[in-house]
């Protein structure tokens, strides 16, 4: 199952990544990986690193340092896969020492496709950054088009597409097999607004 999870800064959405994660990894029985792809550039990235990770580690997660390559990355059979975030892969593809540059889109798809092959279940994580109305830079407008298409894409293959607003996930695409099972305790308060 891939399940795509976006939303705004601080919306609730890694959170809820989180627990999805988790929650497959319980009924799959796989190891559970948390892909991160924050590249440290200072102190202060290096502690909140830190700090996250020893936050995740409490949720049985092996955090792996992932940067760009995707496609490179070899995991064991059937493992449930966090990967945090799509925004911050696609920039160091873009800008990175190493990374795909002009190829972007393409590397991280088939990288993207590659982790389904490989592994049981996917959450990834986007941010929403295209309704702010401001105009940028040709070089940052060309990363908001790179994203946009890779978000795009993983939307059109994914089982289940939630945007997190406010903290409560908003279902745009819901995978079968919840539909049947009914919607848990956030769905149904959302229903009931």
């Not at 295209?130 to 040709?138: R, V």
């Not at 059109?156 to 099972?181: L, M």
């Amino acid at each position: 199952m891939l399940i795509l999870v976006t939303g705004g800064s601080a919306s609730g959405k890694s959170e809820y990544a989180e627990s999805q994660a988790v929650e497959l990894a319980g009924s799959a029985g796989g190891k559970l990986f948390y892909l991160a792809t924050m590249m440290p550039f200072d102190e202060e990235s290096r502690r909140r690193i830190e700090r996250h990770r020893a936050m995740r580690k409490e949720k049985r997660f092996e955090t792996v340092e992932r940067y760009t390559d995707l496609g490179g990355l070899v995991l064991p059979k059937n493992s449930v896969v966090l990967l945090e975030c799509m925004s911050n892969l696609t920039a160091n593809e873009m800008y990175g020492q190493g990374g795909a540059g002009q190829s972007t889109v393409e590397a991280v798809l088939a990288g993207l496709k590659g982790l389904r092959r490989q592994c049981s279940h996917v959450v990834v994580v986007t941010n929403e950054i295209f309704s702010d109305g401001i105009s940028y830079d040709p070089k940052t407008c060309q990363y908001q088009q790179y994203l946009g298409e890779i978000n795009c894409r993983m939307a059109e293959e994914a089982d289940e597409v939630v945007e997190v607003v406010y903290g409560i996930p908003v279902f745009q695409k819901q995978a079968k097999e919840k539909r049947k099972r009914g919607a848990g305790s956030h769905e149904e308060t959302v229903e009931q607004l």
